[in-house]
């Protein structure tokens, strides 16, 4: 990085990708964003965000009047960049399969360009892949294309992200962790050298993890099976309190989470987890563990515990209600958490579905999720202006 301002290209300008390239371009970096979609391509041009995430449009309006650069083209985004991150989508299958042809179209690309470049360029996955997939897959295509040898020729790294949904920028802004999985030495130094001059602070060093390729894809998806074990075990405690005359699931995990060595983070009863991370990880995880002949107990019951969880709601209702055919329920929330309007995976259209298959009528009410859950339900549903007139 030899510019007073360096550059870096960002391929995928999806929640990850957009985040994190808004808030390099804050953080003094000359950005790239590079993406198949032109459509969205044009929207982030004009300066609007085209998902909501807080902080995320203003930052963004920011970046594009400090001249962040928009461009479907891996080649001059390559070519003017010292580092590339792949922050693209890596959907997952019902069956735990990760579908890799976003991350293995966009390396392709990459490849192609760094043929004709001529000077070393680091090349960093962010994108959640399964274990061996960088230096596998990766680096094969990287090398095909190219014609040139990672390690001397370009570098890579892969370096999980662990932002949530609805604190994306803060999570990117403040990390609790850096890892830092290199190939080899060199490409892990240039990767530091960016965060270190991305928190301007040489105190991060503290919080950086430099590790193997495998280590971090590991990482990433240890992590997130052990935050959604969490929350499993909060469910699953509720579901014996439920049992219990006078006890309450909150009280216990007040008490359970003052110990500094449990916490009381991703502790709380509820539907389970949903979203477009933890039901494709975990189930990636588990198949891929299984095509390796190991079991993981752990990781299974998490998930067993998650799918009955929204089912326990509707019986509830069912309870109190009786027969719920022809009766109207309000539901209130359809992200898959708050503060995002992403409805991938969210648990709300698993508890609609069960209520529409019960007969019931639905009024929904989110105050930004709305018109993503309209473009999956139609008009099977109704649909409120307030969680008031929901409730009305
Ligand atoms: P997304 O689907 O929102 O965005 C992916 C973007 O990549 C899209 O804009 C798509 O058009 C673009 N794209 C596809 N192929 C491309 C190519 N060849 N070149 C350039 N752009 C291309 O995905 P996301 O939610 O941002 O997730 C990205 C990755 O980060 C995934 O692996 C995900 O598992 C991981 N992750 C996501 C989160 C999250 O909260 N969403 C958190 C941590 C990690």
Redesign the pocket.
């Known amino acids: 990085m030899s510019h007073e301002r360096p550059s870096i290209s960002v391929?995928?300008?999806?929640?990850?990708?957009l985040c994190f390239a808004a808030c390099c371009a804050h953080r003094g970096f000359h950005v790239i964003g590079?993406?198949?979609?032109e459509e969205?391509l044009s929207v982030i041009e004009r300066g609007e965000a085209p998902f909501y995430e807080p902080h995320l449009q203003d930052m963004l309006e920011e970046a594009v009047r400090e001249g962040l650069e928009l461009t479907p083209s891996?080649h001059e985004a390559v070519i003017r960049s010292d580092i590339s991150f792949v922050?693209?989508?890596?959907?997952g299958g019902p069956d735990g399969s990760v579908d890799l042809s976003?991350v293995e179209?966009?390396c392709h690309?990459i490849g192609e360009a760094l043929a004709e470049k001529g000077a070393w360029h680091l090349v960093v996955i962010?994108?959640?892949?399964p274990p061996g997939t960088t230096g596998g897959l990766v680096k094969d295509v990287l090398e095909g294309s190219s014609g040139l040898r990672c390690g001397p020729d370009f570098g890579l790294c892969m370096n999980?992200?662990?932002?949530?949904?609805g604190r994306?920028i803060k999570g990117i802004l403040e990390p609790d962790r850096i890892v830092i999985g290199e190939h080899d030495r060199r490409s892990g130094d240039a990767l530091q050298a960016f965060y270190e001059r991305f928190h301007g602070d040489a105190s991060i060093r503290k919080r950086i993890l430099r590790t193997s390729l495998i280590n971090a894809e590991l990482i990433?998806y240890a992590s997130n099976a052990f935050l959604a074990m969490k929350v499993s075990f909060a469910n699953m405690m509720a579901r014996l309190c439920q049992a219990l005359p006078g006890a309450d699931v909150v009280a216990v995990m007040d008490g359970v989470g003052l110990d500094r060595r449990i916490g009381r983070a991703f502790l709380n009863a509820g539907l389970g987890w949903g979203?477009?991370?933890f039901p494709?990880?975990l189930s990636a995880l588990l198949s891929f563990a299984g095509g390796l002949g190991i079991s993981l107990p752990l990781v299974r019951a998490t998930i067993e515990v998650n799918d009955e969880q929204p089912l326990v709601a509707v019986e509830l209702a069912r309870k109190a209600l009786g027969d719920l055919r022809g009766k109207r329920v309000a539901v209130l929330g359809l992200a898959f958490k708050p503060g995002t309007d992403?409805v991938r995976g969210a648990v709300s259209l698993k508890v609609i579905g069960a209520l529409l298959a019960e007969g019931a009528e639905v009024v929904a009410y989110d105050p930004k999720a709305m018109e993503n859950v309209r473009a999956l339900l139609g008009n099977t549903i109704e649909y409120a202006s307030s969680a008031l007139e929901a409730l009305r």
């Open positions: 391929f995928g300008l999806g929640r990850v990708g590079v993406d198949i979609d969205k891996a922050t693209v989508g890596t959907p976003q179209s966009a690309a962010r994108s959640t892949v999980p992200e662990f932002l949530s949904e994306a990433k979203g477009s991370c494709k990880d992403d």
